[in-house]
């Protein structure tokens, strides 16, 4: 965004103030993007600020029930987003597109800003595609990572090639563009929102406010703003559609009880927590009548098959069963037309303790005194299998809500997710 206007023309705190639906202060160009309000509605789990550490504050997630602030973590250097204090603290949910392009771009920034960015040109090159190489193999799954590399890659090895260009030139290109990656990622966000929201009343019939189930975390917690399948209950609640949202706590990480929970609590949305296994009495009991299930996705298939948080699957299963819709809210980032089936997605296994252990605060301890402990709740020496995901066949989901729209299956039955692509920027 050249001389700190948006891609419209707009002053960029405007625009993201109106995306955000919050006051914002964005300095581009200089590598930080800051939130003027901290104490407005709007969440945020990443902040850019301005002359202060080399790296962004951010939001604890895992303790999220507890504590509401910003912390700073001291990110100097991006394999830290995987392997240090950011993965600790936000687990597998953390490590997605924007998110890593933001860990790179406050890496260079603190290089720029203690003079420690390499004057050669393909020598920042060189270091920006190791990094992002590292980036991308901690998450197989998630396909919008992979997206947003080869996004930067391209930005950096355009400007390297260009005449009289600098270690310093190629670095802030890349800052650049993940601060734009920023803003259209929270554009795109409410625009998955909005068109969520009109097709679940539209197929509400006669209902003025609709009932939603959502599983995992997919709010402005795992996003770099407004979230995806959350984004589509905030948009009902924006127009006054929203009877109630109910979500599952999401084992074995909980992250549907320790983020989705707050965020629906902070924003003070009608919301009820259930366990996983109970979403099945839900859909059958008598006066409830949830409308629709809206997930998120780490990756869809060309076909429509869609991989996200383990125990999407069965929800959609039951969905189908009780006559339930079951949507799918994800940018076209995360489509992968390369990938024909979800057959050919690598599903990622995670670590027994997980399932074994749950760590959160002690009950009853003020958030001024916060201990956090480890309990183990299996027991001792029992095997155990830990997908982090599973694959939910396009058969069972009747929309995928994306920013250009809601697909739906054609008359052949199938889904046909490249027409999204014509005419899109997003290839």
């Known amino acids: 965004m050249e001389n700190g206007a948006s891609s419209d023309g707009k002053d960029p705190s405007a625009f993201l103030g109106e995306i955000i639906g919050a006051p914002v202060t964005v300095k581009l160009n200089s590598g930080v993007v800051y939130k003027g309000e901290q104490s407005s509605s709007a969440l945020f789990y990443l902040l850019f600020l301005p002359k202060s550490s080399l790296s962004p504050p951010v939001q604890e997630k895992r303790e999220l029930q507890s504590v509401d602030g910003y912390m700073n973590i001291a990110l100097e250097k991006s394999e ?25 771009a406050s890496e260079l920034h603190g290089l720029i800003s203690c003079n420690g960015i390499p004057s050669e040109a393909p020598e920042v090159q060189a270091f920006i595609m190791d990094k992002l190489d590292y980036l991308v193999s901690s998450r197989p799954t998630a396909v919008n990572l992979a997206d947003a ?48 929201a009109q097709w679940i009343m539209a197929n509400a019939v006669g209902k003025p406010k609709a009932t939603v189930l959502t ?24 127009t006054e559609n929203l009877n109630r949202a109910y979500c599952t706590e999401t084992r074995p990480y909980n992250q549907g009880s320790r983020l989705t929970a707050f965020e629906l609590v902070h924003d003070r949305l ?45 929800l959609a299963v039951l969905a189908r069963y009780h006559g339930v819709k079951f949507l799918v809210a994800a940018p076209l980032t995360t489509i992968d037309l390369a990938t024909p089936s979800g057959h050919e997605i690598i599903i990622e296994e995670r670590a027994a303790s997980e399932v074994t252990t749950v760590r959160g605060p002690r009950a009853n301890k003020s958030t001024d005194d916060i201990e956090l402990e480890t309990v183990r709740i299996a027991a ?4 155990v299998w830990n997908p982090a995901f599973d694959v939910t066949p396009s058969t069972l989901i009747d929309g995928i809500i994306t920013e250009k729209g809601v697909a739906e299956k054609d008359a052949d039955g199938q889904f046909h997710l490249e027409d999204l692509f014509r005419n899109s920027s997003s290839t």
């Open 380 to 383: 001792d020496g029992i095997d």
């Open 149 to 196: 590399a080869r996004k930067l890659r391209a930005v950096a090895s355009d400007h390297t090639q260009r005449p009289g260009s600098t270690g310093r030139s190629v670095a802030t290109a890349l800052i650049q563009a993940a601060e734009e990656m920023l803003v259209k990622d929270i554009e795109d966000n409410k625009n998955i929102g909005k068109h969520g």
């Open 270 to 314: 009608p919301a009820t927590l259930i366990t996983d296994s109970m979403a099945a009495a839900l859909l059958a009991k008598s006066g409830t009548q949830v409308d629709a299930i809206v997930v998120g996705a780490d990756r869809v298939a060309a076909n429509g098959d869609t991989a996200n948080k383990i125990g999407t699957y069965g």
């Open 215 to 238: 599983h995992c975390n997919t709010g402005s917690l795992a996003t770099s703003g407004y979230g995806t399948a959350l984004g589509v209950i905030r948009a009902l609640a924006s």
């Open 80 to 104: 830290e987003f995987v392997n240090g204090n950011l993965s600790r603290s936000y687990g597998d949910a953390f490590i997605r597109g924007n998110n890593a392009a933001l860990a790179l």
